[in-house]
C-alpha cells in the first residue's frame, strides 16, 4: 500500500520512471496529462475543453482536472495506493488533493522530485517531439511549460517539503539506474515512515 506522487519538469522523463516505479508498488500510474490525451483522442467533451489549453501549454483549469481525478481515484485499482504523475501541479491543486484523500482512506506517503537541468530538458522535448509527435512539443510550447513548471508547481515542492515528504532522485543517466535509486528512496521513506509515525491513515 503505497500512495505516491511523482514531480519532475516536462521533458524529465517522469511519465517513463512512473510507469515502472507504480509497477514495482503493484499500484497503478495514473498521469493527468495521459488522461486529458485520452479524452482528446475520444472527442469527449472534456476534450475538448482541456484540449484548448494543452495546445498553448497551459493549465486546464483547476476544476476540470480535478473533476477528472476525483472520478479516476474512485476507480477500484487505486483502492491499494497509487502513483499520481502530473498532479498537483500548484498550490490550488496541492489543497484540492488533500480534500480528495481526506473524504476517502489515503494521505499521501511519499513525494518524488525528479530533477533534470534546463538545457537537457529542452533538447530531451524536441528529440520527443520528433519521435512521438506530440501536439504540445513545439519550441514555444515548451518554453511555455517549462516557464509554468518554474512558476507555479515550484510551490507544491516547497510544500511537499515542509511536510518532510520529498526525495529527490537525479533523473539523469540510465533509465533502469533512476528507477532503482527512485524505488529505494521511496522504500527508506516509507520505511521511515512507518517507525516515526503511527496513525498515518
Ligand atoms: P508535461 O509535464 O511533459 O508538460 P503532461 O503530459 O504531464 O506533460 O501534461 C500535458 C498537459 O496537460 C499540460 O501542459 C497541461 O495543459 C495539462 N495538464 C496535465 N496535468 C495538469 C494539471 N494537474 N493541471 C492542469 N493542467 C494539466
Sequence with gaps: MAR????GPPGSGKGTQAEYIARHFSIPAISTGDLFRAHVKGRTELGAEAGKYMDKGEFVPD???TGML???LQDGDAAAGFLLDGYPRNAAQVLALDELL???RHAVDVVIALTVGDDELA???LRRAKEQGRSDDTESVIKRRLELYRDETHAVVTSYTERGLLVSVDGTGEREAITAAAIAAVQAALERGSVAGPGRD
Design 4 to 7: 505516491l506522487i511523482i514531480l
Design 70 to 72: 476525483r472520478l479516476r
Design 63 to 65: 476544476h476540470v482536472t
Design 123 to 125: 533538447a530531451r522535448m
Design 102 to 104: 481526506s473524504s476517502g
